[in-house]
């Protein structure tokens, strides 16, 4: 902001000598105009130093430090540490899978009559089919017998129980005996298409359970 100063303000006010001669006598304009001098004023404008507030300064330190986490890896480290425990999980399932595996080998290993009685029926769902594929369904019929309640089938049945171990292969030694059932049913009543089906749906059901428990390996023909 500009200020107008005077460098000698009473030299433009008469003295009481001569104040009559003021009254008659005019200051000239160019004369004033080099008496005033224009200064310019400071322009003092308060400075303030910078409030820092508790929330903003904890906001701050909030930051820095999780700028230097991250720039530590600290989070990586963290990933790094979860990725280490899922793959402990894995190697202790393959352990627990890998175990059974191999009790279940001393089993199949050490139990050569239900080993037996299994392969009868890999030879008797075999001749089975050839016999519906023939539409002969008298041999099917020999071959199965009347019912379900037989000896052959009681002794399937205990292999069965004594190889499974998990709920899906029990799961399929179910699905096998409804199939069966129903292709002794339908072998039976001569009814060559139901026959076809059952067949098919015992022998999946067969093949299932041999490949999950591995005995697909040991019998013969499947």
């Known amino acids: 902001m500009a200020s107008v100063c005077l460098s000698n303000p009473k030299s433009l006010i008469p003295s ?13 304009k160019t004369t004033v105009r080099k008496q005033i001098i224009v200064c310019k004023g400071e322009n003092n404008v308060p400075t303030f130093s910078p409030t820092v ?4 300064l904890s906001i701050s330190v909030a930051s820095s430090l999780l700028l230097s986490l991250t720039g530590n890896g600290f989070f990586n480290a963290n990933a790094a540490i979860l990725e280490a425990d899922e793959d402990d999980e894995l190697m202790e399932k393959v352990k627990r899978d ?3 595996r191999i009790e279940r ?6 139990s050569s009559k239900e080993k037996g009685y299994l392969q009868d029926l890999v030879y008797k769902l075999s001749k089975v089919g050839q016999a519906i594929e023939n539409n002969d369904l008298s041999v099917a019929s020999s071959v199965l017998g009347q019912t379900t309640d037989v000896d052959w089938v009681q002794k399937v049945n205990s ?16 699905s096998f005996n409804s199939s069966l059932s129903s292709l002794v049913s339908s072998v039976t009543k001569n009814d060559i298409e139901g026959s076809k089906t059952a067949f098919v749906a015992s022998a ?3 093949e299932k359970w041999s490949t ?3 005995l697909i390996e040991e019998l013969k023909g499947l």
């Open 16 to 28: 009481s000598s001569s104040s009559s001669s003021f009254s008659t006598s005019v200051v000239p």
């Open 159 to 174: 292999a069965f129980n004594k190889f499974s171990g998990s709920d899906e292969e029990k799961t399929e030694i179910d």
């Open 98 to 100: 890998r175990k059974k």
């Open 53 to 56: 507030s508790k929330r903003s």
């Open 204 to 206: 999946s059901a067969f």
């Open 212 to 214: 999950l428990t591995g």
């Open 105 to 110: 080998q001393v089993i199949i290993g050490s």
